[in-house]
């Protein structure tokens, strides 16, 4: 079956602009988390949709927010872009917890990869 | 709350070489251990898991063995070979954390041929 689909892979802004992303899961997947990926940083937890509703958060700023459709494809949108914005973000999808199906395995895509001049 | 600590990377090894890669926990319910790895330029897949003490987890000639007296799942590997040059991410998951999965600092690995 088809994986997780990120797109754009790759983008060029620059400070001050905005930035979506988009994310399609694996068919059947109700669980959409976003990471964002530095070699700071590391792998740090933006936030998780399930069902349309985001369930957790992680400690970003409210410039970075997302939404799920009833389709349970995600977006993530990052406004007044900074330098240090710039990062691979990853989409990953599962079942969701609390679900028979889940096993714990979330299934990454293979990122964007944002630049901010 | 929930933690997971790797070692410090880079950890460069010659081919053909034992690998281990320490990976220990902290949590107060009985979680799920994960090992994901991140190969260059591609999104992260999982490794392999074990969900409850003294399973091991093995793929790809990988395995590790999830210890609950040392709150310990080690990743291992008897011989190494270039293309296993990827980051390594230990994680774990379990209800404390509500199912999210709590994420080491990942261990970046670099063979040389």
């Known amino acids: 079956k088809a994986g997780v689909t990120q797109t754009p892979r790759y983008l060029i802004k620059t400070r001050g602009q905005q930035v979506t992303l988009s994310c399609s899961p694996i068919?059947?997947?109700?669980?959409v988390s976003w990471y964002q990926q530095t070699p700071g940083q590391g792998l740090q937890f933006l936030f998780e949709?399930?069902?349309?509703?985001?369930?957790n958060k992680g400690n970003f700023p409210g410039r970075f927010s997302g939404r799920q459709f009833s389709n349970s494809r995600s977006e993530m949108n990052v406004s007044t872009l900074e330098l240090g914005d710039s990062a691979l973000y990853l989409c990953?999808?599962?079942?969701?917890?609390?679900?028979?199906?889940?096993?714990?395995?979330?299934?990454f895509g293979e990122g964007s990869r944002l630049t901010v001049l | 709350g929930d933690s997971v600590t790797q070692m410090e990377g880079p950890v460069t090894l010659s081919e053909e070489a034992f690998l281990t890669i320490n990976c220990t926990y902290t949590?107060?319910?009985?979680?799920?251990l994960f090992w994901y790895v991140q190969y260059p330029g591609e999104g992260l897949q999982l490794l392999l898991k074990?969900?409850?003490a003294d399973d091991k987890g093995s793929n790809k000639g990988f395995e590790a063995t999830y210890r609950k007296e040392t709150t310990s799942f080690h990743l291992e590997k008897g011989s190494v070979q270039v293309s296993d040059s990827a980051v390594y991410f230990c994680?774990?998951?379990?209800?404390?954390?509500?199912?999210?999965?709590?994420w080491g600092a990942g261990t970046k690995l670099i063979i040389k041929p």
């Open positions: 990953a999808s599962s079942f969701g917890a609390n679900l028979p199906q889940n096993t714990g395995e979330l299934f």
């Open positions: 068919s059947g997947h109700r669980s």
């Open positions: 949709y399930f069902s349309e509703t985001q369930r």
């Open positions: 949590a107060t319910g009985y979680p799920s």
């Open positions: 074990a969900t409850k």
């Open positions: 994680a774990l998951s379990d209800s404390d954390s509500n199912y999210q999965l709590i």
